[in-house]
């Protein structure tokens, strides 16, 4: 039997422990052992952007990281971003700027564009869109995302 | 594609560390930002994983009178905004914004990088551009080895089972230049070079084009193009290309020097 | 007949248009927006099993023995099979159509029977408790194989030395001629010629979510319900009813969300259906997920095309005659069930589409080769044909000397010429390329441009400007699959429910990608109704729920399935005023509905609340008159049946900067002019043909599937295959034109593609004409840094 290791942390504000193999990533953690569906798995070698999480206040490939890594970590997800209204500004804005489609990108996107805006009073476009070029879509042209952060940071 | 399967340990300390890190089959994990992915497209099978991001002694940024000492641990993101190392060390400032993207270089640390030693990979180059020394931190003590020594080949390091490396100390330039060409903003470079001139002294080292950095010492910028080896060509890119690519670098480089 | 019957289009009439036409967020973006959608992947069953396919190592291989021994026994495995065994399941498929005349291709099996035909194809499969502990057990699989000769290049295989299915004799799936008669004789007397041979990289879709199925077999009731992200539940539900000979009502094939499909999810994959079987065979649900790196090697490739084309034109710049040859190559079976000839087909359908020429001769013949299959991708055969009549439309103009916008408006299909015939047959009902071409000159102020560019060349930068005039097929009616024999539904229907509080549901066979169908189904329908937008729920991709339709695909959703919303929607709102009449004892005719109230028709005045009028049909109808029934759910279907296809027009310009130092190009900015009819929501158009210009992008300039000589693929994986990130997307100005479509009520045409159609041409056209001082061109996509230094001579 492959070996379980018990694994703590704070994930949107609650503590949760399990015992999980460690080879299991933490967006499938996440996913499968808490069921919080709302981070992606797009690409699982770190490239799409799709996972991105926030561990400690810092945005992470959540496919780049070890739910064992997590440890006595503070998570937070897109679920409990939203319900703590963090990103109410900002999912106002890609809804009126209709900058997400299928929306299997938006949750990191978000995450990545939050990230952005807790660190910066204000950005250019290209400050915008180097900060989200790590963050695959294929629907949308990008732009109305780009528009939508726009907005959001610079207000 | 899911990894397949391992133990896992977190030293408390580099005793523990050292020894669980000589076991056969043991890798080293600190950031994950390079070796998670291979395990994930399972191109990788370790037995253990030894994480070492809870030791002590191995991060920080002490900036010394002609150097600046980086722990192994510093990730990408704690250099970049570093006021100190982009006062001090500006190449390695202007390096670390190149790779990836945010997200990863959360994570990702120096010491990963290094003992990687991916050729198209930034801050190789920077140390053997700067003659950086590495210390490497064993059960038999420490060692320092210098940078050109380090880098022996492709994805292939001076570091022997059971160590593991401690950090850097990077000597100050007086000038320097850092420029890359990718296809995409955060792609690994086609080719890159790290630039550093110090007193009459210039010294560039590239990445992309060889198994480890190249490093040139020209005295002349015709020196400099003819004294570049035949690059290795990759997926996109033939030798003759990453040659001329090579030289294009250079001669927007040398004035900046 | 009352405002309200009459089409949006009607001349002369003010028609109310409710929400058509507004630029409404999408009501179902606030789940995706909260990380609270149900993608498949996302769903929970009980005893969910989990299946990992043994891919093949080799393009071209004889399966001698599979030894499942250790894998039977690796940790959590629930049972192990392969082909031979899944085919008592799951019978095989031909992918052939009538209508594609002498078009073969062998019999595909779920499972590979025999023989491995390409890297990746899946040989067998291990059902475990995890993916995890599946993919462990499938590396425990021992295989001995007898490698086969490969053919990997296009020319190899249509010279047929080496043929891949012995029984067909050679490697030709699909060939086509057309021949207006008359072109020999053109090209030989007309003035100027030219003639240019272009290359088009294999690529594919992308898709941010993985192909997903999950199939649940209960074998109490012999009934299979599939969650499946496919873009065509209907037909899913056929072919599964088929090949698993399971009754066709006793399949229900649910999409939920999906994240991103453009095509690639609307076909048959031998996995899926391998998953389905395994399903019936293990009476548990069983769940495929493609990774990444499989849906790089089994994930449909599309658009590995060489073309050589030749035009003729004269003196005064008239073009007089097009002449192609096309070769083609995909995998080595044709797809189910569209096949894997209409990419070719329509390349010879559409090149020199824009222009009024008269005289046409095309070759084209569809090759196997042992790389993955390939099949309908976004836009399919547009980019193909639309980059080689303006690349050699271009080439015209430079010969002549000519600006290529005034060599265009010299030729382009007047406006006032239609209805209109091609030469290669295809008909069109009306088009506006002229006014589209002067809306983009001017949107762009491209005389502006022409001086910087003369200004900069003289500092040595480059700039270029390229144009892409195009022509696309949207709305198609039998004429495309049906005709063949396909089980392919080319109408749609929409249910509209009248709810007791006044709300309206509505269920429609069109389904959802994120293109915004469900957004603009809302709209339709409350403007229909009479009811205000938060009034409506939009219900798609159940079988079991809506009418039986066609699906997503070749740009249909809006005008088919929009259609069928607003004929369902005014009829609905007919029989609901039925009911008000007799609730007040008016007369209908007095009577109408707006926000949310019955209203009098000529004075405004609210007569009666909805939630009123639902409380009293639903609860109440004993207060009605004796021989009165309400009926307030209504059904209406929508068939496109005029035109065969409902063809667009646009025109797309590329502005762009090449370092000729290192063969980078700098996207400067981009335009797309579209004329898809009635557009029913601005935004979502936009970010659509933004979304589609993006895709186009990355054909023009990133991506390739790039396959060794022995068939492998060398860069499946994100990190090696490029696609287009933020950083290098320059922004998009988009501009509408609107000719109605006078088939339907609607007038709309569709759109989802044309981005992807006109992208890879207009990029080309702007580096050339960067190029052309430095005499270089370039005409093998992906215009790599490589590629354009070449052309330089630089290396």
């Known amino acids: 039997m492959e070996q379980a290791l018990n694994v703590t942390m704070t994930v949107n504000g609650a503590q949760v422990t399990r015992s999980i193999p460690a080879r299991q990533h933490l967006v499938d953690f996440l996913r499968d052992e808490l069921g919080l569906t709302g981070s992606h798995i797009g690409c699982e070698h770190g490239v799409c952007g799709a996972c991105t999480l926030r561990v400690n206040g810092e945005i992470v490939r959540g496919c780049l990281m070890l739910a064992v890594q997590a440890d006595g970590c503070r998570v937070d997800t897109i679920e409990g971003l939203s319900d703590s209204k963090e990103l109410e500004k900002l999912q106002k804005a890609f809804h009126e700027k209709n900058a997400l489609q299928c929306g299997f990108c938006t949750p990191g996107m978000l995450m990545a564009a939050q990230d952005l805006i807790r660190s910066k009073k204000k950005a250019t476009r290209e400050e915008i869109r180097a900060h989200i070029s790590g963050n695959y879509c294929r629907c949308t042209g990008y732009q109305a995302i780009v528009d939508a952060i726009e907005e959001a940071i610079n207000g | 594609m899911k990894a397949p399967s391992f133990a896992y340990a977190k030293p408390r300390s580099l005793a523990e560390a050292f020894d669980l890190a000589a076991r056969p089959g043991a890798k080293l994990l600190a950031g994950g930002q390079s070796l998670i992915p291979a395990l994930n497209l399972r191109l990788s099978s370790p037995e253990l994983l030894v994480d070492i991001t809870g030791l002590a002694g191995l991060s920080g940024i002490e900036i010394l009178k002609g150097s600046v000492r980086v722990g192994a641990l510093c990730t990408h993101t704690q250099i970049e905004q570093s006021a100190d190392l982009r006062k001090h060390l500006p190449l390695v400032a202007e390096a670390v914004a190149h790779i990836a993207h945010p997200a990863i270089r959360n994570r990702g640390t120096l010491g990963g990088s290094l003992a990687l030693a991916d050729p198209a990979a930034e801050l190789p180059a920077c140390a053997v551009a700067l003659e950086a020394v590495l210390t490497i931190s064993s059960s038999r003590g420490e060692r320092r080895v210098a940078a050109a020594d380090f880098f022996k080949g492709l994805f292939e390091t001076d570091l022997k089972p059971g160590e593991i490396l401690a950090g850097a100390e990077f000597p100050k330039a007086d000038k320097s230049v850092f420029l890359e060409l990718a296809r995409r903003q955060g792609d690994y470079a086609i080719v890159g070079l790290a630039g550093i001139a110090r007193g009459s002294e210039r010294r560039i080292a590239f990445f992309g084009i060889g198994a480890k950095p190249v490093l040139l010492k020209p005295k002349s910028l015709d020196e400099a193009k003819a004294s570049l080896p035949t690059p290795v060509a990759d997926l996109y890119h033939s030798a003759s290309t990453k040659l001329h690519l090579a030289r294009v670098l250079l001669e927007r480089a040398w004035n900046r020097l | ?795």
């Open chain 3, 1 to 795: 007949m009352g405002k309200a019957e009459l089409p949006l289009h009607a001349p002369g009439t003010q028609v109310d248009k409710g929400y058509i036409g507004q630029s409404v967020p999408r009501p179902n973006a606030q789940r995706l927006l909260q990380g609270r959608g149900a993608f498949t992947d996302d769903l929970r069953f009980p005893r969910l099993a989990h299946v990992a396919f043994f891919r093949s190592p080799y393009a071209h291989a004889r399966i001698r023995k599979l030894s499942f021994e250790n894998a039977v026994k690796s940790p959590g495995v629930i049972a192990v099979f392969d082909g031979p065994k899944v085919a008592e399941y799951c019978s095989p498929w031909v992918a052939v159509l009538a209508h594609l005349k002498g078009i073969k291709s062998p019999p595909q099996y779920a499972i590979a029977v025999d023989r491995a035909c390409w890297q990746g194809e899946a040989c067998a499969a291990v059902v475990a408790e995890s993916r995890s502990q599946a993919e462990d057990a499938v590396q425990l699989i021992e295989a001995q194989w007898e490698e086969l000769p490969v053919v990997v290049d296009m020319e190899e295989s249509l010279r047929g030395d080496v043929v891949i299915h012995q029984d067909l004799k050679d490697n030709v799936c699909f060939k086509r001629e057309h021949d207006t008669g008359g072109v020999d004789e053109v090209f030989a007397s007309a003035d100027v010629v030219v003639e240019e041979t272009f290359h088009f990289g294999r690529h594919t879709g992308v898709c941010p979510e993985g192909r997903a199925i999950v199939a649940d077999y209960n074998a109490a009731e012999h009934s299979l319900t599939v969650y499946h992200a496919t873009q065509a539940p209907h037909m899913m539900q056929d072919i599964f009813s088929r090949h698993l000979n399971i009754p066709e009502a006793n399949v229900r094939v649910i999409a939920k969300d999906i994240g991103g499909s453009y095509g690639i999810k609307v076909h048959v994959y031998a996995d899926e259906m391998a998953t389905a079987a395994i399903s019936v065979i293990l009476r548990r649900p069983v769940k495929f997920v493609a990774d990444r790196l499989e849906s790089f090697l089994s994930d449909i490739h599309a658009r590995e095309h060489r073309a050589r084309v030749r035009l003729a034109c004269s003196k005064a710049g008239e073009i007089l005659a097009f002449d192609l040859d096309d070769l083609t190559a995909i995998g080595p079976y044709s797809v189910y069930p569209r096949t894997s000839g209409i990419e070719g087909n329509q390349v010879v359908n559409l090149t020199g589409g824009p222009y009024k020429h008269q005289k046409y001769k095309a070759r084209m013949h569809v090759v196997f080769t042992n790389k993955n299959v390939t099949c309908q991708y976004r836009a399919v055969g547009h980019p193909i044909a639309v980059a080689l009549t303006e690349g050699i439309v271009d080439l015209a103009a430079q010969k002549l000397g000519m600006d290529p916008a005034e060599f265009r408006k010299i030729n382009l299909v007047p406006d006032d010429a239609y209805p209109y015939t091609f030469p290669s047959g295809i008909k069109f009902e009306k088009l506006s390329h002229h006014k589209a071409l002067d809306l983009l000159l001017r949107t762009m102020n491209y005389s502006q441009l022409r001086a910087e560019q003369s200004r900069l060349r003289n500092q040595k930068v480059y700039r270029g400007i390229g144009l892409a005039a195009m022509i696309e097929v949207t709305n198609p009616s039998p004429a495309f699959y049906g005709v063949g024999g396909a089980r392919i539904s080319a109408q749609d229907g929409a249910t509209l429910r009248f709810e007791p509080t006044g709300m309206v549901t509505v269920m429609c066979s069109v389904t959802e990608q994120g293109q915004g169908t469900e957004g603009i189904f809302a709209q339709i329908a409350a403007s229909a109704v009479g009811v205000s937008m938060d009034k409506v729920r939009v219900i798609t991709g159940d079988t079991g729920v809506t009418p039986y339709g066609g699906g997503t695909w070749a740009s249909r959703g809006a005008g088919i399935g929009g259609e069928a919303v607003l004929l369902a929607g005014r009829a609905l709102r007919t029989n609901m005023l039925d009911v008000a009449a007799q609730i007040l004892k008016l007369d209908k005719a007095e009577l109408d509905i707006k926000d949310n109230n019955v209203i009098n028709r000529l004075t405004s005045e609210p007569k009666l609340q909805l939630q009123e009028l639902g409380r009293v049909a639903y609860f109440r109808p004993d207060t009605l008159p004796l021989d009165f029934q309400s009926e307030l759910t209504v059904t209406r279907h929508y068939t496109p049946r005029q035109y065969g296809f409902t063809f667009t027009n646009g025109i797309q310009a590329s502005l762009v900067e090449v370092d000729p130092d290192t063969g980078f190009v700098k996207l400067l900015k981009h335009w797309c002019v579209e004329d898809s009819g009635t557009v029913i929501n601005p935004m979502l158009v936009d970010e659509q043909i933004r979304g589609g210009v993006v895709q186009g992008i990355g054909a023009a300039l990133y991506e390739e599937c790039l396959y060794g000589p022995d068939g492998q693929l060398l860069n499946g994986n994100m990190a090696d295959y490029l696609v287009p990130m933020s950083g290098e997307m320059p922004d998009i100005v988009c501009a509408h034109i609107e000719t109605p479509t006078l088939q339907s009520q609607l007038g709309a045409k569709g759109v989802g593609e044309a981005g992807t159609a006109g992208a890879p041409a207009a990029v080309m056209n702007a580096i050339n004409d960067a190029l052309a001082p430095l005499n270089a061109r370039v005409t093998r996509m992906p215009f790599t840094p490589e590629r354009i230094l070449k052309a330089l001579g630089k290396v």
